[in-house]
Nanobody
Framework: VQLQASGGGLVQAGESLRLSCAVSGSIFDINFMGWYRQAPGKERELVAGSTKGGSTNYADFVKGRFTMSRDNAKKTVYLQMNSLEPEDTAVYYC????????????????WGQGTEVTVSS
């Protein structure tokens, strides 16, 4: 199973970015998908998470600015980030709970490689 994140970059405060994360491999099912971030010197924190049924939760610091969506058919999750602030500067990681074709009864957690977002003031 591989998670490939993309879409990071350098933007100015107030601008937008859209992150994508595609899950590939011998996948039977995906339940939870989420975005985390880790700023320099800080612990990794949850940004937004979504269940397969569509329920999405956001961290308070991104509510109203970020929107997470997922395309179950494409096994892809997106994070639309608007009104970016310098405090949003971090490496953003996608995360998914995946059951594979050979281990369909068990969901294991997988992480993407991270995509860097830098917001200048």
């Amino acid at each position: 199973v591989q998670l490939q994140a993309s879409g990071g970059g350098l933007v100015q405060a107030g601008e937008s970015l859209r992150l994508s994360c595609a899950v590939s491999g011998s996948i039977f099912d995906i339940n939870f998908m989420g975005w985390y971030r880790q700023a320099p010197g800080k612990e990794r924190e949850l940004v937004a998470g979504s269940t397969k049924g569509g329920s999405t939760n956001y961290a308070d610091f991104v509510k109203g600015r970020f929107t997470m969506s997922r395309d179950n058919a494409k096994k892809t999750v997106y994070l639309q980030m608007n009104s970016l602030e310098p405090e949003d500067t971090a490496v953003y990681y996608c995360n998914a709970g995946v059951a594979t074709s050979t281990m369909w009864y068990r969901y294991l957690e997988h992480w993407g490689q991270g995509t860097e977002v830098t917001v200048s003031s």
